[in-house]
């Protein structure tokens, strides 16, 4: 870690209320107010930061418009525009301590699992640089009596509301194709977590992009989130949170008809047939779900086993879940911090009782977790089992909780999984490849991935269904075109 990263950090922090970005300048919410964002690993008050009306988000679209029409971003060549991504990306990767640190103590995060968000977002920006250049823009077509071409185009201001697990790494996965595009943005983090996107607007000044290029505002999602997704000036909006906020998302932008893009919660299942490694495939699936305290909407929360090594499996992840070091996100020695908010902390306990109600066997007991020295959100990794028609095993419960159920064959199993309304990711497992393929097609899902879960790349196309999400997904060269109109010029010879 810089020496500089803490004291950049507390210099940062100290500069309460914290404003929003738009359109180059630094601005209050007209009315003043302002709410609090917090270190979930403690409890403390990190940062005040002002709270924007339905007014102040118009300014924000308003600007992002102007710098559209105006700054010469949107004619910009592909290469001159990935010149000052590039720069985006290097001031990121520059400051990539101070924002890890930021990123770790407003979203609860372990501090190696932030850097590894932050590089994310420098990787991503690179690569949709890289499609900028590479896509035609402009193709001639052979139609016959008419000279002809199609010329993709950016599409203007385009908004963008955020969830608190992924805060900065999601942003580089949603904005980068839209600027490399030549759009401009308007970006909401959500309320838990505003500090990284207002430390990218900070490097976006420096690094020259033009103003009102990227603009972040910050408040509460009924208020400055509904606002945005609501602004009949967006040319489109991209939302990344639950499917009920989602939902009302695409209402609003329906009404406007503004195309929305909607990534929202899973319900994912990963299938294990009795010819895997169990050992392996346990440490592999207790990763999983303690990875950022199972607040990962693609993991896997429903454990289908086939029932041969059903309880050998369920041994073997009692005991790695047991050993799990749940404590302060900053600490070294830490495997697991807290849960982003106190909120957060009693859906998971609430879904431990409700899951119990219902008539789920509690495997592994879990609960609230104490950690000496710190009043945070802490909760212990637990693991229910039973039927899927439980509350646990239907509903999305965001924390490190699993629910097991046996299965007896690759039909049966296949049925389990597609018995959900979402449809996220799903993974199967087996040493049977041409099982894992006929399965792994057979998932009613936007992914399947075979022996391993949860696997990123750019270039690989992510995106949810059903109840998981709709319009398209990210990371991939999709993504860029969709982030581009169509136009057709045409000429009768
Ligand atoms: P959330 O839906 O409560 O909030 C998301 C964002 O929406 C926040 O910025 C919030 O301020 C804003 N918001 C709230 N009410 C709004 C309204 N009425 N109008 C407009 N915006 C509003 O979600 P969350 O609790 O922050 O995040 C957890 C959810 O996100 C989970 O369901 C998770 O699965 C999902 N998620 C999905 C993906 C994906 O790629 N599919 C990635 C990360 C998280």
Sequence with gaps: MSE??????????????MKAFVGGKWVEAAD???FTTNDPGTGERLAEVTAMSAA??????????????????????????????????????????????????DAGKILEQAVGDIQNFVDTMRYFIDISLHVQHRVPLAVAGHEARTVRLPWGPCGFIFPWNFPFLLIGWNIAPA?????????????????SALYLAKIAQQVGIPDGVINVVTGYGET?????????KLKRMSFTGSPEVGRMVAEVCGRNLTPVKLELGGKGAAVLFDDIDVEATAESLVGAITFHSGQVCCDATRWLVQRPIYDRFVDACVSRLKQVQVGYQMDEATQMGPVVSEKQRQRILNYLKKGQAEGAEL?????????EGHKGSYVKPSLLAGGLDNIAAREEIFGPVAYLSPFDDEQQAIEMVNSTDYGLANSVWSTDLSRANRVAEKMVAGNSWINAHNVFAAGIPYAG?????????????????????????????
């Design 363 to 371: 495997v592994l007991e879990g609960g609230p977790a104490e950690v």
């Design 32 to 34: 003043g107010a302002s």
């Design 465 to 493: 269904i059903n109840k998981s999400g709709m319009g398209g997904g990210v990371l991939s060269i999709d993504t860029y075109l969709d982030y581009t109109r169509g136009l057709s010029v045409v000429r009768p010879l």
């Design 56 to 105: 102040d988000i118009d300014q924000a679209v308003q600007a992002a418009d102007k710098a559209f029409r105006t700054t010469g971003w949107a004619e910009m060549p592909a290469n001159e525009r990935g010149v000052l991504l590039h720069r985006l990306a290097d001031g990121v990767e520059k400051n990539i301590e101070t924002l890890a640190r930021i990123e770790a103590l």
């Design 4 to 17: 500089n990263a803490p004291s950049e950090v507390a210099s940062f922090l100290s500069d309460s209320p």
């Design 224 to 232: 400055a989130g509904a606002a945005l997704a609501a602004h009949p």
């Design 179 to 195: 600027l490399a595009a030549g759009n401009t943005v308007v970006i909401k983090p959500a309320e838990d977590t505003p500090l």
